[in-house]
């Protein structure tokens, strides 16, 4: 018995996978394609989408923002996990992945719960703001550009409603976050969000040591 999270070795980690991941196949079949991918490395671990789309069923999420698609595989777990009503706000900058997305959500059947915005996310979050959307989204998951996360976290903590999620994905950066000899932009950017958010009052936290690290930030109802 071990009371602090464990190391996953290979062989734990092949068991995770094989005694939990419940994965559909259009999920998978996604999946396999963005592995042949040269940035496939960017796509979340299946566990960690099955883990949010848990998080969006036991919250009865109806409203969803993501900044950062890529090839739309975790857009498309939230939109499974979504009701036939659902709607997810989806950000990207970049056609070309999202091209592969929204064939996938296609042939999920989930291209009508999906509204993509192409443009840079701290723009497109900044005009949800001016077009009224406070407090309208039960659910949020960060995942683009890292030197943004400070902004989209103040976004998405406006767009959120009270009692509404926002989860940030790679705070622990493979590690890098605890390794003091590494001292480039991005990782001390983390860092210092980290920091800040474990110091934050309008919050309830964890950081969730699955895959790359994911903090889940409650926002709590105002005082
Ligand atoms: N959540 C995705 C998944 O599970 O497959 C992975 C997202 S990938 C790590 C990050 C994405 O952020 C890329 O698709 C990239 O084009 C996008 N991105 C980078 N900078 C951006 C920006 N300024 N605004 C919006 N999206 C951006
Ligand atoms: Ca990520």
Same mark, same amino acid.
């Given at each position: ?77 939230? $939109? @499974?996990? *979504?009701?036939?009503? /659902?709607? &997810?706000? !989806?950000? #990207? ?7 592969? %997305? ?53 976004? $998405? @903590?406006? *767009?959120?409603?009270? /009692?509404? &999620?926002? !989860?940030? #994905? ?7 976050? %605890? ?45």
């Amino acid at each position: 018995m071990s009371n602090r999270t464990l190391t996953l070795t290979d062989g734990l980690y092949d068991y995770l996978l094989a005694h939990s991941v419940q994965e559909p196949e259009i999920l998978r079949a996604l999946r396999q394609e963005t592995a042949q991918h040269p940035m496939a490395q960017m796509q979340i671990a299946p566990e960690q989408g099955q883990f949010m789309a848990l998080l969006i069923q036991l919250m009865g999420a109806k409203t969803a923002l993501e900044v950062g698609v890529f090839t739309g595989y975790s857009a498309l777990r939230v $939109a @499974l996990a *979504l009701p036939p009503e /659902g709607r &997810l706000v !989806a950000c #990207d900058v970049n056609p070309d992945y999202t091209a592969i %997305a929204q064939r996938y959500w296609e042939q999920a059947g989930v291209t009508h719960k999906i509204d993509l915005r192409l443009g840079p996310a701290t723009e497109t979050l900044d005009q949800l703001i001016a077009e009224g959307a406070q407090n309208r989204f039960d659910f949020a998951f960060i995942d683009a550009d890292k030197s943004n996360y400070p902004t989209y976290y103040e976004q $998405a @903590l406006q *767009l959120v409603r009270p /009692g509404g &999620l926002i !989860a940030i #994905d790679n705070v622990l950066w493979s590690g890098r976050v %605890a390794d003091p000899t590494v001292t480039d932009n991005r990782t001390q950017t983390l860092r210092r969000f980290n920091t800040a958010l474990a110091a934050d009052s309008r919050i309830v936290l964890s950081l969730v040591p699955i895959a790359d690290g994911l903090t889940l930030a409650l926002k709590r109802p105002e005082p």
